[in-house]
Nanobody, 125 residues
């Protein structure tokens, strides 16, 4: 089992920045690729970004490319999501997730094995 706890969400004005953190415990963190997903009210959960076990490979949804950056610190068992130039459309609950597959980090929710409880992000326009 892997336990994931997100933090860092909140209210921010459009154009502002936030950094989300996801702390992992329970298993060897570096054995898992990590992803961030989000779910806005009335919408399905969608992929945001993911990072490989070593941090050497990342992938992003087109909607956040150039604005969001994922990173990880395996010594601290933590993955981060730096969000810049935030827009009202970024308003959602953000979830981190861990997956055990070998290969490129996944962008499908069903490929992830463990999930955090989510942290809300509200961007006011």
């Amino acid at each position: 089992q892997v336990q994931l706890v997100e933090s860092g969400g909140g209210l921010v004005q459009a154009g502002g920045s936030l950094r989300l953190s996801c702390a992992a415990s329970g298993r060897t963190f570096s054995n898992y690729a990590m992803g961030w997903f989000r779910q806005a009210p009335g919408k399905e959960r969608e992929f945001v970004t993911a990072i490989s076990r070593s941090g050497g490979t990342t992938r992003y949804a087109d909607s956040v490319k150039g604005r969001f950056t994922i990173s990880r610190d395996n010594a601290k068992n933590t993955v981060y999501l730096q969000m810049n130039s935030l827009k009202a459309d970024d308003t959602a609950v953000y979830y981190c997730a861990a997956e055990r597959r070998v290969g490129a980090p996944a962008d499908k929710a069903y490929e992830y094995d463990y999930w955090g409880q989510g942290t809300p992000v509200t961007v006011s326009s």
